[in-house]
């Protein structure tokens, strides 16, 4: 049994957002697995997951470095993403985002840890 995609109005945009940025690494796609949360993949692996969360609203999971993880995790508005955190997942609830050229760092540090070698070279800075 699958759960709801994306349907809210702050989630909607969130994902129509952070399409925007993704979309323009190479060979990125767009999937919405069982649970209903859509990741953005390089090579089938995903390194950014959006889904609706709970009552706090929609939220973005981003694949990043241990460092940066740690890093993040000194902000109140970040937090270790449940059940995957341990690999360096760290989250934010949509209304916590402020500056979307971080996000866009973030989102491109994600990428550039999951992308095949062949493919990493080929991204400059977003």
Known sequence: MGHDRISSKEG???EDSVRKI???????????DAFGHTSFRVNDKPFVML???????????IKTLKLTQEALLQQERFYKTPYIGQHGWTSILAK?????????DYL?????RTAPKRLAKLVSPI
């Open 96 to 104: 916590h985002i402020t500056d979307w050229r971080e996000i866009e």
């Open 12 to 14: 909607l945009a969130l």
């Open 108 to 112: 491109l540090e994600g990428y550039l």
């Open 51 to 61: 889904g609706e969360g709970g009552p706090e609203g929609p939220s973005l999971s």
């Open 22 to 32: 993704a979309m323009l690494l190479p060979e990125v796609t767009e999937q919405v």
